[in-house]
């Protein structure tokens, strides 16, 4: 299958894909394109949300699909489509940057001249050997911003879809506040991060969980370093279920608030 004839098939709309991708995998195994004499060497099919930005972009719906494919001479050719997109939305500015579903990270790479056709945009860029390096060996994900978020209306990881995401408000009786930042991707690992401030000079963080009515259901944290910092956690099948169904909440607690410092709803 030649370069031409998949940007053929991608123009069909998102629902052709899957299809997209089996050529794309057949091409890879096979032989470099007869025309270009590239060779592809990576592709992904990024799913991109709004409820993926760091913080989340709420109130929005706004979602878009893009497939990436890096060939063996650096070029990085796009394909992005928005299926649901706000009827006042203007999408620009397509990056790279390398970072944990959890945080805003470093940018690696801003795409040159991107130009919309309705909700759709599609071209290439050289790439130097430490940007194909870093797509293919660091954690990174895409963003597209808009005119009315500019810094990001949807994202997208490239090496792990994201399968659910909740940014948590953690409030209580005190100074103190907070955010629980909540990402668990497709490979079943909840990534989190836990962002407090206002803690009394002398109090210190503890424990975190997230529970499930009086139960404890998750353990987050036991120790205060593991607070403002992207975290991990593996978790099973179920318990992904548990997140995106059942009515869950997160407690943090300090040495001073042993029954809870601050506490926000998941669901």
Known sequence: MTLHSLFRAMKAGPGKYCLVLSALLLATACKKDPTSEEFIVRFWNLDLKASNMVPAVTGKGDHAVCLLYLSDNKDLYYDLYFDSLGPAELPGQIAIFAGSPTVNGTQILAFPNVNYT??????????????????????????????????GLVRGQLDKKIVFAADVALTGTTAAAGTAILRAT??????????????????????????????????????????????????????????????????????????????????
Do not use: C, W
């Open 186 to 267: 497709e490979d079943n690992i909840l990534h989190y991060n836990l962002k407090v401030t206002g803690v009394a000079g002398d109090d210190q963080l503890q424990a975190a969980h997230i529970h499930k009515g009086t139960e404890i259901s998750l353990v987050l944290a036991t120790v205060d370093t593991a607070y403002n910092r992207p975290m991990s956690a593996t978790i099973t099948a179920a318990y992904l279920t548990t997140l995106n169904n059942d009515a869950l909440q997160v407690d943090v607690h300090s040495k001073n608030f042993v029954n809870g410092l601050l506490k926000g709803i998941i669901r």
């Open 118 to 151: 309705g909700v759709k945009s599609k071209g290439k860029l050289r790439l130097t050997q430490s940007q194909a390096d870093s797509l293919s060996t660091l954690s990174t994900y895409l963003t597209v911003v808009s005119k009315s978020s500019p810094g």
